[in-house]
């Protein structure tokens, strides 16, 4: 069993959708929390980065953690077209710098 | 300002040939991260650096893998003996420092024939 499980997807969605991307993990180390976008052929770009449990909110993006329950979160408000990509969550025990254990992604289409 | 870049953006070698990667971390960034991306997985670590020494290179899958990173900034990631089992995305990431965000460049993808 993987330490982090993310949902492969493919995720198609009509664009202005609510999108809700999950992740679970085992290692109760863990205690950041991060949602990566990754476009093809490109590298990971950061959303979201946070430290233990609670919500966080950036503009159409909402990550939760909820620790007691090793879930994680990460909501897209109003989805458009230019969203359409990887989503990928990754996480690290606090301390080794930023060596991150990511999940596989969640492929995302958001389609007009 | 620039971020992280990588070269080359493709390559493809024979099995058994020997292939180096580098990595141009951004400016001023101290900490330097190598990563792993087969197809349809997120990225596995490798190995990283503080300055100019490995602080952790726990995730190199064997010793055909070595990297450098001789005057703390630029890094170039080395195989000997490629296998085809090592085609796969190498991803390149800076920091700041050791817990900021990492930064990832587009990487280079290998492909062992």
């Known amino acids: 069993q993987k330490e982090v499980e993310q949902d492969p997807g493919p995720l198609s969605v009509p664009e202005g959708a609510i999108v809700s991307l999950n992740c679970t993990y085992s290692n109760s180390a863990f205690q950041y929390f991060m949602w990566y976008r990754q476009y093809s052929r490109k590298g990971p770009e950061l959303l979201m980065y946070t430290y233990s449990s609670g919500n966080k909110e950036d503009g159409r993006f909402t990550a939760q953690v909820d620790k007691s329950s090793k879930y994680i979160s990460l909501f897209i408000r109003d989805s458009q077209p230019s969203d359409s990509a990887t989503y990928l969550c990754?996480?690290?025990?606090?301390?080794?710098?930023?060596?991150?254990?990511f999940g596989t992604g969640t492929q995302l289409k958001v389609e007009l | 300002g620039a971020g992280v870049s990588q070269t080359p953006s493709n390559k493809v070698t024979e099995k058994g040939k020997y292939v180096e990667l580098r990595c141009d971390p951004i400016?001023?960034?101290?900490?330097l991260y190598w990563y792993r991306q087969s197809l349809g997985q997120g990225p596995e670590f490798l190995i990283y650096?503080?300055?100019?020494?490995?602080?952790?290179d726990s995730g190199l899958p064997n010793d055909r893998f070595f990297a450098v990173r001789p005057e703390g900034s630029v890094s170039t990631l080395k195989i000997q003996r490629t296998e085809r089992g090592d085609s796969a995305v190498y991803l390149c990431?800076?920091?700041?420092?050791?817990?900021?965000?990492?930064?990832f460049g587009n990487g280079t993808r290998l492909t062992v024939t």
């Open positions: 990431a800076s920091s700041a420092g050791l817990n900021s965000p990492l930064h």
């Open positions: 650096f503080q300055g100019t020494g490995a602080a952790d």
């Open positions: 990754a996480m690290k025990a606090a301390g080794g710098g930023n060596k991150l254990t």
């Open positions: 400016s001023g960034h101290t900490a």
